[in-house]
């Protein structure tokens, strides 16, 4: 492992030390890479190089200006090599993933209620929201093990009999870490004349990914990801789809950038992508994510999975082995997965456990349903009549899931801090439920009607 050492050299603040319940502190150890990441020192290196010329993007003439724009056209180019999108492909840029989807899910809705969207059983809440009021919606079933099922898939598409307009499904889940073949989803939706959009914002930043040419029969037709994820932290995501598709649609958002010229009666939108960038673009996040984006091809992502799949391993056989824990899910320890994976602690609220993690250990870890309330409730095998118990009663606690999730900087010596801390933990539940038993209301991230939902 010695020779992936000088990751973590590339990410700031690895080294910030934080105070613990007993007032020591301690390197600060990450383990929520899944919910966001710091920085690369590169990020920070080209925001600031680029900031003396930064100026207005397509609204002037002046040297900056120009600088400004010919860089930002260029990010989209950079963006399309990482991830394999052929000439038939634009680049939006969007605030995050969510954004990304909302815009499609408006892009697409046309006479919306004939037509069908398929999501799954595991999305984050981002991939499910957005497709319910305009369309009609179903989803793709879990198996047992947690992991989708492309039989049930196959008997959706052939049920509709062509009436699916498109496939949307997680690269990688959020609360598994499962990596879904989507390539095979892709091949089955065309087949029945159906699109594909895939989730990439926990898969992109961990694993190469390609979207292959337009003429293969497994092509992904759309592909969205957030910057935030991918070590630039500065607000922009990306939404990269058909040209032709984005040419038929109306913008979600309109203002200055997204016409070509307005009158009182009428309205000339701009050809994409302007016509879904209205308003001054981010261009500090578009730097920021270019960067992010060269520095994991300097590395290579391939490299990036390879020593993220050995920390995912590592985390796992070390969880296995302490009582009272159960790992959600690991159906046969050789599963695709990216380097994230939740477990509860037989006797222990969530909450608790996170905030055992952070006070004791300086481990910043994640509670909760982290944003993909239906999947961890199928997960916990929770029914309807508790659910709706949950949603009556505001004052009670809703059960979740602890989840961590490691960034290319992350060690097997941090880890280490983590299992050794969990399996004391798991010796002396009693002492820590009581010693943290506030942490379920006021002290945890998710705990009741009010607070459950990331």
């Not at 815009?103 to 984050?124: P, R």
């Not at 997680?170 to 959009?197: C, D, F, M, R, W």
């Amino acid at each position: 492992m010695k020779r992936y050492s000088h990751f973590r050299e590339m990410v700031v603040g690895v080294n910030t030390r934080v105070p613990l319940e007993s007032g020591e502190y301690v390197t600060a150890i990450n383990f929520d890479n899944a919910a966001t990441t710091p920085p690369f020192c590169s990020v920070m290196q080209a925001i600031m190089e680029f900031a003396p010329w930064y100026s207005s993007v397509h609204r002037g003439k002046g040297h900056k200006s120009v600088f400004s724009s010919e860089l930002y056209e260029e990010s989209r180019q950079v963006i399309k090599q990482f991830v394999g999108a052929d000439q038939t492909k634009e680049v939006i840029f969007t605030k995050n993933t969510t954004e990304s989807i909302n815009i499609l899910a408006y892009l697409l809705q046309g006479d919306a209620k004939k037509q069908v969207v398929l999501s799954t059983d595991m999305e984050h809440l981002a991939n499910d929201l957005p497709w319910r009021e305009h369309f009609t919606i179903d989803y793709v079933k879990i198996k047992e093990d947690g992991q989708l099922s492309l039989t049930d898939l196959k008997e959706k598409l052939i049920k509709y009999q062509g009436k699916v307009k498109l496939v949307t499904v997680t690269g990688a889940s959020n609360v598994t870490g499962y990596i879904n073949p989507v390539y095979k989803i892709a091949e089955l939706a065309h087949k029945y004349g159906a699109q594909i959009l895939v989730d990439g914002a926990q898969l992109v930043p961990h694993a190469p990914f390609d979207m292959k040419p337009s003429n293969a029969a497994d092509h992904i037709d759309y592909l969205v990801f957030s910057g935030h994820k991918l070590y630039a932290p500065f607000g922009a995501g990306v939404l990269i789809g058909p040209l032709e598709d984005f040419a038929a649609g109306n913008p979600v958002y309109k203002g200055g950038g997204a016409v070509g010229l307005v009158s009182h009666d009428f309205v000339e939108w701009d050809n994409p992508p302007n016509r879904y960038e209205a308003g001054t673009p981010n261009m500090m996040g578009v730097v920021a994510m270019t960067a992010a984006i060269q520095t994991l091809q300097s590395i290579n992502c391939g490299v990036v999975h390879e020593y993220e799949k050995n920390l995912i391993d590592y985390a796992i056989k070390g969880l296995q082995c302490i009582p009272d824990i159960q790992l959600f899910c690991c159906a046969d320890g050789n599963e695709e997965r990216v380097s994230l994976v939740s477990f509860a602690v037989d006797g222990l609220y969530h909450s608790i456990v996170a905030a055992i993690l952070a006070q004791e250990a300086g481990i910043a870890a994640r509670s909760g349903l982290f944003c993909a309330h239906p999947y961890v409730e199928k997960l916990l095998k929770m029914s309807d009549k508790e659910l709706a118990h949950y949603h009556e009663n505001v004052d009670v606690l809703v059960p979740g899931l602890v989840r961590i999730s490691f960034g290319l900087y992350n060690t097997r010596e941090e880890i280490d801090v983590m299992l050794d801390l969990l399996t004391r933990v798991s010796r002396n539940k009693n002492y820590y439920k009581n010693k943290y038993k506030n942490e379920a209301r006021n002290g945890g991230e998710e705990q009741t009607h009010f607070l459950w939902f990331c």
